[in-house]
C-alpha cells in the first residue's frame, strides 16, 4: 500500500489529453513539493517534473503538473504512443517516520 | 554527460548478503547526494535509501523496510555509490536503481537522474 495514492491505469486516445491523480496527506504533499517520472519497463526512469510544477531541460511543454493542498495532476496533452508508460508522482513525508514517498504509479495506455 | 551504472546483482540465498555499486560520470559526484531505489516484480518504484554529500556530513536515511539490513555509503574519489545488502529476505526480490538526488528548497526532493538498474533476486 503506496503512502500517495494514484490510480492503476488511465487510457485516452492519440492527440487527446490525460490527467492523472495523485492524493496524498498533509504531512507530505499538503507540506513538501511533488515530482512527477516516466518509467518504461526496461528502461531507467525520467524525471518529467520537479518543484511542482517545473520542467527539466528537455522535457517538452506537453507535460505540466500541478499541486493544490493535498493533492497533485500530472497533465499530458497531445497524446503520442510513446508516451505509453508507467507514471510516479513522489515526495517528502514529514511524518512520524520521514522518508521519500511515492505513488503506487498508473499505467498510461494511448489508444 | 550524466551516466549511472548499477553493477552487483544477481542470485543470493535467503540470509545471505550482496553489495551494489553505482558507477558515474560526467557530474562532480561529491556535490550530490545520492540514493537507492527498487522495483519489485509486479510493483511499483520504492524508495530505498540515500547518503548527502559531503556539505551535509554525509548523513543518510533509510526506508523502514531496509533499515537496519541495508547501509549505503560512498566513495568521491572514485564518484561510486554503494548499497551493501545483508540478512536479504525473498521480498526484497527487485531490479534496484542508482539515482542522482537533488535536496534544495525545505520540503524538496527529486531523483534527476537514474541509472538502469540492476536485477537482485532472493531465492533458495
Known amino acids: 500500500q503506496s503512502v500517495l495514492t494514484q490510480p492503476p491505469s488511465v487510457s485516452a486516445a492519440a492527440r487527446q489529453k490525460v490527467t492523472i491523480p495523485c492524493s496524498g496527506s498533509?504531512?507530505?504533499?499538503?507540506?513538501?513539493?511533488i515530482s512527477w517520472y516516466q518509467h518504461l519497463p526496461g528502461t531507467a526512469p525520467k524525471l518529467l517534473i520537479y518543484?511542482?510544477?517545473k520542467r527539466p531541460s528537455g522535457i517538452p511543454d506537453r507535460f505540466s503538473g500541478s499541486k493544490s493542498g493535498t493533492s497533485a495532476t500530472l497533465d499530458i496533452t497531445g497524446l503520442q504512443t510513446g508516451d505509453e508508460a508507467d507514471y510516479y508522482c513522489?515526495?517528502?513525508?514529514?511524518?512520524?517516520?520521514?522518508?521519500?514517498?511515492f505513488g503506487g504509479g498508473t499505467k498510461l495506455t494511448v489508444l | 554527460e550524466v551516466q549511472l551504472v548499477e553493477s552487483g546483482g544477481g542470485l543470493v540465498q535467503p540470509g545471505g548478503s550482496l553489495r551494489l555499486s553505482c558507477t558515474t560520470s560526467g557530474f562532480t559526484f561529491s556535490d550530490y547526494t545520492m540514493s537507492w531505489f527498487r522495483q519489485a516484480p509486479g510493483k511499483g518504484l520504492e524508495w530505498v535509501n540515500f547518503i548527502r554529500h559531503k556539505a551535509y556530513s554525509e548523513t543518510t536515511e533509510y526506508a523502514a523496510s531496509v533499515k537496519g539490513r541495508f547501509t549505503i555509503s560512498r566513495d568521491d574519489s572514485r564518484s561510486i555509490a554503494y548499497l551493501q545488502m545483508n540478512s536479504l529476505k525473498i521480498e526484497d526480490t527487485a531490479v534496484y536503481y542508482c539515482?542522482?538526488?537533488?535536496?534544495?528548497?525545505?520540503?524538496?526532493?527529486?531523483?534527476?537522474?537514474w541509472g538502469q538498474g540492476t536485477l537482485v533476486t532472493v531465492s533458495s
Open positions: 539515482t542522482r538526488t537533488q535536496i534544495g528548497l525545505p520540503g524538496e526532493y527529486y531523483f534527476d537522474f
Open positions: 498533509s504531512s507530505n504533499i499538503g507540506k513538501n513539493y
Open positions: 518543484e511542482n510544477n
Open positions: 513522489g515526495t517528502w513525508d514529514s511524518g512520524l517516520i520521514p522518508g521519500v514517498v
